[in-house]
Every structure is written in C-alpha cells, then in structure tokens.
Nanobody, 123 residues
C-alpha cells in the first residue's frame, strides 16, 4: 500500500504561481512512479504530468508544457508540481497518483490516489 498526502493549492490570480506537494509513505517507494492529474467541473480527469522513480524521466501534458514542472525530492518520497503562469482554464481539483511499473499518462494505470486539492485561478 502507498498513502499519498497532498498539500498546497488555493486561489491565485491569472499569471500567478502555486506549488503542490504530495508526500508518499508505505511500501518500498524507490520504484514508485508518480503523477498529477486534474479534473475540472463537468470534465473528465486529465493527465498533467508524471515522473519516474529516479526523477530522470518526466512527462508533461501539452497544455501545461513550459508552465508546469513536476519534480521529486532526493529521498523520492515527495513529488511537487510547480505551476507558473497560471490561467483560468487551469482551475480544477488536482490529484496526486502513484503506481509501480512504469511512467504512464493514463489515470486507469494508477492504483493509489491522493484526496485532491482545489486550484482556482481568477481572471
């Protein structure tokens, strides 16, 4: 089992920045692949970014490339999502997710989920 505890988020004006954190605990974390997804009201959950267990391979959705950056700490137990140049369309509940095996941009491949944190970007 892997437990994920999210923090960060909130309300920010367009053009501003926020950083989300997701602390993982539980079984062996050295091979945990982690990701961020988001879900806006009335929309499907969508992939935002993913990172492999070493932090060497990162994926970002086209919609956030150049603005968002996923990273993880040296102990590999916490993953971050630095969000810059935020837009109103980034408003959503953001979820941290984890899986074993490989990096993936499909939510159906992730077995462990955080409880979500609201990000609201005002225009």
């Amino acid at each position: 089992q892997v437990q994920l505890v999210q923090s960060g988020g909130g309300l920010v004006q367009a053009g501003g920045s926020l950083r989300l954190s997701c602390a993982a605990s539980g079984r062996t974390l050295s091979s945990v692949y982690m990701a961020w997804f988001r879900q806006a009201p009335g929309k499907e959950r969508e992939f935002v970014a993913a990172i492999d267990w070493s932090g060497g391979r990162r994926l970002h959705a086209d919609s956030v490339k150049g603005r968002f950056t996923i990273s993880r700490d040296n102990a590999k137990t916490t993953v971050y999502l630095q969000m810059n140049s935020l837009k109103p369309e980034d408003t959503a509940v953001y979820y941290c997710a984890a899986r074993f095996g490989s990096t993936s941009d499909s939510s159906s491949h992730y077995h462990y989920w955080g409880t979500g944190t609201q990000v609201t970007v005002s225009s």
